[in-house]
């Protein structure tokens, strides 16, 4: 079985310029989520979707990141325009929603640097 | 939400057990402890959890002490491989969905 499924792997950019990330999750999992984990930290929750909904966004910074998951399967996260403190890797998971615990899979991150 | 504290690093011996400690004293009772674990360049990986019992998988075991305040992962038979960054977190029963991690126990496995 296939895991979560996350491209690119990395992306060099100069800031201000936007970004886009795409992420796969498990087939059948309702549930996905984007995190930010800077260097030497935990990952940090950015925004949790339950099917094509987002319920959790509150970490997300809404000036200038956006994400969508149309038709509840894959998402997207953008940020536009970047900046240099975005540089970081950002990690998706998914997991089976609430009947599923806190057993989450995460995919392995794009890794992000802004010039 | 209960906070962990974990020490910042441990060493291990190439086929020795591996007992990661995590103090969550501020736990309350509909609150599980949960295990994950971060390779380099990997994204993190789920290794067990815990409510009250303890519990053992093929990975890991979980020994939660009886007054549920602290907790400890071992890997019985460490290798090279289990270098990583060790993640204990407390979740609450009705918000599972919901992982607050900390910055966790770097385990260098030592051949």
């Known amino acids: 079985e296939a895991g979560v499924v996350q491209s690119p792997r990395y992306k060099i950019i100069e800031k201000k310029q936007p970004v886009a990330f795409w992420c796969n999750p498990i087939?059948?999992?309702?549930?996905l989520y984007w995190y930010l984990q800077n260097l030497g930290q935990g990952p940090e929750l950015l925004i949790r979707?339950?099917?094509?909904?987002?319920?959790?966004d509150s970490q997300l910074p809404k000036d200038r990141f956006s994400a969508e998951r149309l038709k509840g399967v894959d998402s997207t996260l953008k940020i536009q325009p970047a900046e240099l403190g975005d540089s970081a890797v950002y990690l998706c998971?998914?997991?089976?929603?609430?009947?599923?615990?806190?057993?989450?899979?995460f995919g392995p991150g794009t890794r992000l640097t802004v010039l | 939400d209960a906070k962990t504290t974990q020490p910042t690093s441990m060493d291990c011996a190439e086929g020795r057990a591996a007992n990661l400690p995590c103090n969550h004293s501020?736990?309350?009772?509909?609150?599980?402890v949960y295990w994950y674990r971060q390779i380099h360049s990997q994204g993190p990986q789920y290794i067990i959890h815990?409510?009250?019992n303890n519990e053992t998988n093929e990975m890991a075991s979980l020994i939660i002490t009886e007054d549920r305040k602290s907790s400890t992962l071992i890997l019985p038979h460490a290798t090279l491989r289990d270098t990583a960054v060790y993640y204990c977190?407390?979740?609450?029963?009705?918000?599972?969905?919901?992982?607050?991690f900390g910055t966790g126990t770097l385990l260098a496995v030592q051949p």
């Open positions: 977190i407390v979740i609450p029963s009705g918000a599972t969905n919901k992982l607050i």
């Open positions: 087939s059948g999992h309702n549930t």
């Open positions: 998971a998914s997991s089976l929603g609430s009947s599923g615990g806190g057993e989450q899979f």
């Open positions: 979707y339950e099917n094509e909904e987002a319920v959790d």
């Open positions: 501020t736990i309350s009772g509909n609150e599980y």
């Open positions: 815990g409510l009250k």
